[in-house]
């Protein structure tokens, strides 16, 4: 199983992740040490071996594309939160700088005041419990570390330019985060078309801590259809393994083709197709894929060849001409590149 | 008590029974691969079983997705051959040991396996092809059969570790029938093939032969691959690979390899045997 590596932002830890690590085996990693984005990215990538399914908050957002860009084989997904692409900006340096300032000249304390109200839900009042949870988070932090991570900040990679990763992406972020606003979130959807945006209603930049049960139901799904998904099979390249995605979308098309096991529906098969068809839940794409014996797309569609072999029963192919369609090659490329480099005896 | 004479694996390719009921038996395509089989044959003749007990998948045929048994066993007086879609083969009804088959069920329970109790079943090319390449195109069979149908298509299928298991729980189960019935074990399926997908048409000759080679003497490599890795290595359907390992759970740590055969392509598969007596 992959293990899910749940990355914190700038002067964050373990406290953000509070409500996911109740409710799944995970790991926070420690960004607090490195002096950059890509040192972070190799650090955590070396302290935590194997497959990674990462989950990062804010700058732990960047850390994570950071590491899919560095190791895309072993990220089985990326969970983004609260988070952003975009390369520095005009004039950031001098806000930072001014933060910087503040935590060395007064204090962790005075940065937490300073800084949180920001971060939090713009429209409501904050629940001054978690400001003081918040506070101390950020006071159990030097500002030794808050520099080193803002540097880190400022002298980051342009993730834009290198978000390729392809694999499954959840991306979550509070409907008034004013720091990293869901525009932000829909520039990386258009990135990654395979992504899923969740706008946490009522949450701003903290949306973890300050939405935890939706936050952490929406990560624990995600994350268990992916390390399901990922221990199971589909790493193996064109393989599509009949799991229980493919079963529930063929279970109609395979039913339908269930049906050519008797005489009776052979021969309603034969006397009018479509009418046969009929008779069965397909999809549009399914029943288009049939009339057409695109025997591809039907396995893409949820077919397990065991079923629908049949109806090259009843309007006959051979098995070979079925394997070659699905490979994309003619019959006798297929026999050869395939079947044909072997020896008897 | 009754003995266990050996066990066999083999492969259960649809193709096989085609050509035989296109009497392709002796055509230059098939006879290098039927040829292969008869020293086997032979020795299991002479050995005169009264039992096998088959190790198969069911394809889509006896059970339908709607209820997916990861075990099942077969109690049933007689097996006839299912209509897969193209009619029923015409062999000849399969004669159901039914007093051990039930005497396995208690074995296989007590032993912690929990099989789906068959009491009307017909079979598909699982079956009819092992018992046709060992047994031949006989009037009558001339032995009766236990089977055992395994999952290997819907995920989440059964380990390789389970199939050892499963194994150990059916010899004992054989050991302790209070008959001097003579029981051969056929583990069916594979070897290397995938059917689905663009990877369509893989087959690993070099690991099948291997395979082969190694099942009797070596077989502890396949006892700690996980089904991912027969996946892998032997393609999406040549992971029915799996159900070797209940034969050979039941046999002996130390073996001898009697007779073994290797063809490929039968259609879009490595094909084979082993036969097994135990040391």
Redesign the interface.
């Given at each position: 199983m992959p293990t899910l590596l749940l990355i914190p932002g700038l002067v964050s830890d373990g406290f953000v992740w509070t409500a996911v690590t109740a409710m799944l085996p995970s790991v926070v990693a420690d960004v607090t040490s490195q002096a950059s984005i890509p040192d972070m990215a190799r650090d955590l990538l070396a302290r935590h071996p194997g497959r990674l399914i990462l989950a990062g908050h804010s700058m732990g957002g960047r850390v994570a594309m950071e590491m899919a860009r560095q190791a895309p084989g072993r990220i089985a997904g990326m969970a983004l939160l609260n988070t952003g692409m975009h390369p520095r900006r005009e004039g950031e340096e001098a806000k930072r700088q001014a933060m910087i300032d503040l935590a060395h000249g007064h204090g962790m304390a005075e940065l937490a005041a300073k800084w949180l109200p920001g971060m939090m839900n713009s429209e409501a009042t904050p629940d001054p419990k978690l400001m003081a949870d918040l506070t101390a988070m950020v006071c159990r932090m030097t500002p030794e570390i808050h520099e080193r991570q803002l540097r880190a900040l400022l002298s980051r990679p342009n993730a834009a330019a290198s978000l390729t990763f392809r694999g499954p992406m959840l991306l979550i972020t509070g409907a008034q985060d004013v720091w990293s606003p869901v525009a932000q979130h829909q520039d990386i959807a258009r990135l990654c078309p395979q992504a899923r945006l969740e706008i946490v209603a009522d949450a701003g930049h903290f949306a973890p801590v300050e939405q935890p049960g939706v936050v952490a139901n929406l990560l624990a799904d995600w994350a268990r259809d992916v390390a399901v998904a990922d221990a199971?099979?589909d790493?193996?390249?064109?393989?599509?393994?009949?799991?229980?995605p493919r079963?529930n979308a063929g279970?109609a098309l395979?039913?339908m083709a269930?049906g050519?096991?008797?005489?009776e529906g052979?021969a309603a098969f034969l006397a009018d197709e479509r009418a046969y068809l009929d008779r069965f839940k397909l999809t549009p794409e399914q029943r288009a894929a049939v009339l057409a014996r695109d025997w591809?797309e039907m396995?893409r569609l949820g077919g397990?060849?065991?079923?629908i072999?049949?109806i090259?029963?009843?309007d006959p192919t051979p098995?070979?001409a079925?394997?070659?369609a699905?490979?994309?090659l003619s019959l006798d490329a297929?026999l050869e590149t395939?079947?044909g480099k072997?020896?008897?005896? | 008590m009754a003995k266990l004479i050996g066990g066999l694996g083999t492969s259960h390719v649809p193709s096989i029974a085609a050509a035989l009921d296109k009497g392709l038996r002796d055509s230059d395509e098939w006879k290098p691969f039927f040829d292969g089989y008869v020293p086997a044959q032979d020795w299991v003749a002479a050995q005169k079983p009264d039992i096998a007990v088959v190790v198969f998948n069911d394809h889509g045929n006896a059970f339908f997705l709607d209820r997916v048994p990861t075990l099942a066993l077969g109690v049933a007086e007689s097996y006839a051959p299912i209509d897969e879609g193209w009619g029923p083969r015409p062999v000849p009804a399969f004669e159901g040991a039914t007093d051990f088959a039930w005497h396995l069920a208690d074995q296989m329970v007590s032993g912690h396996f929990d099989p789906l109790i068959c009491r009307e079943l017909d079979v598909d090319h699982g079956m009819q092809v092992p018992m046709e390449l060992v047994f031949g195109r006989p009037a009558a069979w001339p032995v009766k059969v236990v089977p055992i149908l395994v999952n290997t298509i819907q995920y989440p299928i059964p380990t390789p570790q389970r199939m050892w298991d499963l194994g150990c729980v059916l010899r004992a189960a054989i050991e302790s029938w209070p008959t001097d019935e003579r029981v051969i074990v056929l583990g069916t399926g594979g070897l290397s093939h995938q059917l689905q997908g663009a990877r369509a048409g893989y087959i690993n000759p070099a690991e099948d032969r291997k395979w082969i080679a190694d099942i009797g003497p070596n077989p502890q490599r396949y006892r700690d691959m996980s089904r991912e890795d027969y996946v892998e290595v032997f393609g999406s359907e040549g992971a029915e690979l799996i159900m070797w390992l209940v034969m050979r759970g039941c046999m002996n740590a130390q073996v001898n390899t009697l007779h073994r055969h290797y063809f490929a392509p039968a259609s879009m598969t490595g094909a084979g045997m082993v036969l097994l007596e135990n040391a």
């Open positions: 199971g099979i790493r193996i390249p064109d393989t599509p393994l009949f799991d229980r079963a279970f395979n039913k269930m050519l096991s008797t005489p052979r591809e396995v397990n060849l065991f079923y072999l049949k090259s029963a009843v098995i070979r079925i394997g070659a699905q490979a994309g297929f395939r079947l072997v020896t008897n005896g | -």
